[in-house]
């Protein structure tokens, strides 16, 4: 089998820890060939994300609040059998790890500062709503005799 393609980064010089993934593999119910009831293509990646040592500790902080609702027992699973091939899975579902990861892990957006809308951008506005108005009043047939 091929050498994975990692390290898998997560944002700046922190990467998913090979020594952290636990792999597991199953039958996949996805496309396959004359020995797709035989090969265990389906690929279950597990990442204990509540006790890493691999992210910052305010990184880890705002991923287990984000991803909450996709952890069981502080441990986060990404699955893939999109593909026929078990390595082309590993990578699919370690990518998507890290996708998963930069993301829950991205700091909040800066607050909006409110602006306000300039008095003249204002005005001009409701004169030319005030035009309209006149136009489509000018159009109603009460002064036609």
Same mark, same amino acid.
């Given at each position: 089998?091929? @050498? ?6 997560? $944002? ?14 199953? %039958? ?26 691999a992210l +910052? ?20 699973? @990404? ?10 899975? %590993? ?14 892990t991205a +700091? ?5 500062? +409110?602006?306000?809308?300039? $008095?003249?951008?204002?005005? %001009? ?11 489509? $009043? ?8």
């Amino acid at each position: 089998m091929a @050498v994975m393609s990692g390290p898998y980064v997560i $944002r700046g010089s922190v990467s998913l820890p090979e020594a952290e993934l636990l792999w597991r593999f199953s %039958r996949s119910s996805g496309p396959g060939g004359q020995h797709v009831n035989t090969s265990d293509s389906q690929v279950e990646l597990r990442f204990d994300l509540a006790n890493t040592k691999a992210l +910052p500790e305010v990184w880890k902080e705002r991923a287990l609040e984000r991803l909450a609702s996709r952890l069981v027992d502080g441990v986060i699973s @990404v699955r893939a059998s999109e593909h026929r091939s078990q390595w082309r899975n %590993r990578e699919m579902a370690a990518t998507r790890l890290a996708a998963l990861l930069a993301e829950a892990t991205a +700091p909040p957006p800066r607050p909006r500062r +409110p602006t306000r809308i300039p $008095r003249g951008i204002n005005e %001009r506005r409701l004169r030319q709503k005030k035009a309209r108005s006149d136009t489509k $009043r000018g159009r109603s047939g009460k002064d036609w005799g």
